[in-house]
């Protein structure tokens, strides 16, 4: 999931929360241009990307994003016997 951090109604971290209450275990990357900003609510640490990125950059973070969260999906082998 992209979001941006700052929005009218509903800002990223807020989102993050109802989405991880829903029990969607999805990567989640914030952008925002304000750097300061801390959007990893309840201590789970999010990916971010400060704007203003090029196509080339957001292609790679959300490309970081899906292999870490399918990396850390991945269960454990099992040693042979």
Do not use: C, N, W
């Given at each position: 999931?992209?979001?941006?951090?700052?929005?009218?109604?509903?800002?990223?971290?807020?989102?993050?929360?109802?989405?991880?209450?829903?029990?969607?275990?999805?990567?989640?990357?914030?952008?925002?241009g304000y750097p300061a900003?801390?959007?990893?609510?309840?201590?789970?640490?999010?990916?971010?990307?400060?704007?203003?990125?090029?196509?080339?950059?957001?292609?790679?973070?959300?490309?970081?994003?899906?292999?870490?969260?399918?990396?850390?999906?991945?269960?454990?082998?099992?040693?042979?016997?």
């Amino acid at each position: 999931m992209l979001s941006d951090i700052v929005m009218p109604r509903l800002d990223g971290p807020t989102l993050a929360i109802q989405v991880r209450q829903r029990g969607l275990q999805v990567p989640i990357l914030f952008m925002s241009g304000y750097p300061a900003v801390d959007p990893s609510p309840e201590g789970e640490q999010f990916a971010f990307i400060a704007k203003p990125f090029t196509p080339a950059s957001l292609a790679e973070a959300v490309h970081e994003e899906i292999e870490r969260a399918r990396r850390a999906q991945v269960p454990a082998r099992q040693p042979s016997r």
